[in-house]
């Protein structure tokens, strides 16, 4: 497995008590699986994600990524590790308005260290995985809606994950953009051999998934078939 989560409780201060967002949690997600995850605002899909990223430190149980327990790192080698094994496809994309469509993915492989030359060639490798090789020059104001969340999917493929981590990709696109994107995110995730983790809340995109987990008071049900 790529990715394990085994047995992890989450719990964050709540007055004078202590507020359980996930409840002994475990999820394992394979190489080249899309596992789509559901519930309801504030049934911890959130937080599951915030753990599996190694952002924030359960109360209990272990997050393994590529063979590593992650809670036997130091803080800079789980942000390396982040670097080096995980992306993360945020909601909103985020891009830099100054920094063409080339250059958002560039950004992201130099401060791992990379190349220039590999750099370059790998970002226009994945801005045409991602239909956008004749918008490499393109800055977001000139893409639309779609096209910058399209960069945003490229941009956390850049230092060649094996963890994927998305969340709501669909959520400002309309059904027809939303579903070329999740399209694109089950493709990738094939092709690619990514562990990827889908949080979305429109249950029109789950076929595309491998399998469906719920998330509900922080507990997660067994998988079901999309």
Known sequence: MTLVLDDITLTYPDGGGRLTALDS??????????????GPSGSGKSSLLAVAATLVTPDRGRVLVAGTDTGTLSPAARAQLRAEHIGIVFQQPHLLPSLTALEQLQVMAHLA????????????????????????????????????????????????????LVDEPTSALDHERGAAVMDLIAGLTAERGTATVLVTHDRAHLARAARTVTVHDGRLTAPVSA
């Open 113 to 164: 260290g990379r190349r220039p030359k590999e750099v370059r060639e790998r970002a226009r490798d994945l801005l045409g995985a991602v239909g956008l090789a004749d918008r490499a020059a393109a800055r977001p104001h000139q893409l639309s809606g779609g096209q910058r969340q399209r960069v945003n999917i490229a941009r956390a493929l850049m230092n060649e994950p094996s963890v994927l």
């Open 25 to 38: 949690v475990s999820l394992e997600v394979p190489a080249g699986c899309l596992t789509a995850v559901v």
